[in-house]
């Protein structure tokens, strides 16, 4: 086992803060809807519960990402709601990645809020490869008060010029209410500092980066396309060069992939979900409109030394879905208890009483994929078609007690009792330093849990992301394999994915973007 240490003086030295960062219940809830003067204490967090995490345990207070990360289950399901927490926090109206130091911890979550969260002061991928706009200075740049969502895949974002052109692998996920999910990705200040030091917007810089032959630092061979994992004692970053490089925070590269729903025009569920207002591209018509929308899913994806293939954390809202049963039938997962949290209005992506005869579009098969109406088909679901989602994986008993015990620290009335840890994916082995030159696929560090189809282990799934991969590979099956840089022969396709064309059998594999898919999907040229 690593043990890590406070990072040493002089190194990017820490914040005088302490700054760190789904399934619906039995129906387990306590207070009825309209009544939330019942619904726990007005101001106050709830009835002590039992820490589950010792020196890990989540906080509620603003302070920046925790250096350390734990090195088994519970210690790394206590860091992802530490992170979640952190992240969650209102961003420093002056310093985008920085938390409000003067926010109140009361305010946490308050229903309504809309001000930027840490998270939400990130850069959208798409913006940092957008080639039309100076990447220097970027980081600095004025965030957009409304966002624009234009993803219904969180591969990348569609070209919407003609919906029958949408790519096979593109499948959408639609609400019980007609409305489809749409994503943002974002990355924080290192992994874009990483981008523009190095020039990796373009498939030129790309292959300059992860083709330089590096050099020894401290004794390891270090360089290439190897993205920031922060400082530690014995441990600095480097550029594609090999040359110890200071990026962002320190607090190593990360990426953010969230789900959005559209929320109802009058507000009734507003009181229960993290908002925002948001400009979204209707997918069938192309028109327009402004609307409130809830988050669903969020992933939080993080480089930090020692664990170098990242480690992969996954939160969800617990009105999203019930869980699968045996012989195609379905169940309301058990939540731990929340005297804070309201009755449940019902699933945002299950229909308890679907019939088949009324739903031509999926006959209520559970978490069947959709297929495009492209021109002359007939085996096809529009996009407004509700869908039968179910969670396929229960979520652990670990990540219930973390969740239980990060519960009990929140306001009564905060949006956040009504969000989950699903479950945390993290490598194990040995220290695994990337190389110059690496090529896919990149090594997994054997993950916990190892969640590969059709072995030992529980896939980790995200049922607003992951919604018809449920069976398939955890997100580390994917990233390590399939996760690389533009290369030669991959042209990009309308629907912003790219594609290998005319490669010789015998041709070497892609090299690797240090897990990391925006390069695929992102770059523009």
Same mark, same amino acid.
């Given at each position: ?50 820490? %589950?995490?010792?020196?890990?345990? %989540? ?37 985008? =990645? ?124 270090? !360089? ?27 607090? !190593? ?10 929320? %109802? ?17 209707? %997918? ?23 664990? $170098? ?18 012989? !195609? ?16 209005? =019902? ?27 492209? $021109? ?19 979520? !652990? ?98 629907? =912003? ?29």
């Amino acid at each position: 086992m690593i043990t890590l240490s406070s990072r040493r003086p002089g190194r990017r030295g820490s914040l005088a803060l302490a700054l760190s960062v789904s399934v619906l219940a039995g129906c387990q809830e306590s207070a009825a809807p309209g009544n939330e003067a019942a619904a726990g204490n007005a101001a106050g967090a709830q009835t002590a519960v039992a820490n %589950p995490c010792g020196t890990y345990a %989540p906080v509620l207070q603003a302070e920046r990402l925790p250096e350390q990360t734990g090195q088994n289950e519970i210690e790394q399901n206590c860091t992802a709601w530490r992170t979640f927490i952190a992240l969650n926090w209102k961003a420093d109206p002056a310093k985008p =990645g920085y938390p409000d130091p003067n926010a109140d911890p009361a305010s946490f979550g308050t229903p309504g809020d809309m001000s930027a969260k840490v998270w939400e002061s990130y850069l959208e991928a798409s913006g940092v490869f957008d080639t039309s706009a100076p990447l220097k200075g970027l980081w600095q740049a004025k965030r957009p008060a409304v966002r624009t969502l234009a993803r219904t895949s969180k591969f990348g974002s569609l070209d919407l010029t003609s919906i029958t052109q949408a790519g096979s692998g593109n499948h959408w996920l639609t609400n019980q209410r007609g409305d489809v999910t749409y994503y943002e990705i974002l990355m924080n200040q290192d992994e874009y500092e990483f981008i523009s030091h190095n020039a990796l917007t373009t498939a030129a810089g790309q292959l300059a980066c992860a083709t330089q032959p590096g050099q020894k630092v401290n004794g390891t061979l270090r !360089g290439g396309f190897n993205m920031p994992s922060g400082p530690q004692d014995g441990w600095d970053d480097t550029d594609c060069k090999g040359n110890i490089t200071n990026y962002g925070q320190g607090v !190593g590269a990360i990426e953010i992939k969230a789900a959005w729903t559209p929320l %109802p025009a009058d507000g009734s569920l507003n009181y229960r979900y993290k908002t925002a207002i948001a400009e979204i591209r209707d %997918p069938t018509t192309r028109s327009t409109r402004t609307v409130t929308v809830g988050l669903v899913g969020l992933h939080i994806i993080r480089k930090r030394f020692p664990h $170098l293939p990242w480690i992969w954390a996954t939160f969800e809202h617990i009105d999203n879905t019930p869980d699968e049963a045996a012989n !195609g039938g379905f169940s309301p997962p058990v939540l731990p208890p929340n005297p804070n949290r309201r009755t449940s209005p =019902g699933y945002t992506f299950f229909n308890p009483t679907c019939k088949p005869a009324s739903d031509p579009a999926y006959r209520c098969v559970h978490n069947a994929p959709p297929t495009p109406c492209l $021109l002359g088909s007939t085996q096809c679901q529009p996009y407004n078609a509700p869908m039968q989602i179910t969670r396929i994986n229960p979520v !652990g008993a670990s990540a219930n007690s973390v969740t239980a015990y990060a519960w009990s620290l929140l306001p009564a009335r905060s949006v956040f009792n009504y969000y989950r840890l699903i479950n945390v994916q993290w490598p194990t082995g040995r220290l695994v330093v990337p190389q110059p030159g690496q090529r896919v696929p990149l090594s997994m560090g054997d993950p916990m849990p190892k969640g590969r189809a059709g072995g030992p282990g529980q896939i980790v799934a995200n049922t607003t992301l992951e919604s018809f991969q449920q069976k398939s590979n955890s997100c580390m099956d994917c990233h390590a394999n399939f996760a690389s840089i533009v290369m030669p022969g991959q042209t990009r396709g309308r629907d =912003g994915l790219r594609r290998v064309s005319a490669t010789a059998q015998d041709a070497p594999a892609p090299y690797g973007a240090d897990y990391s898919f925006i390069f695929l999907s992102e770059t523009k040229r």
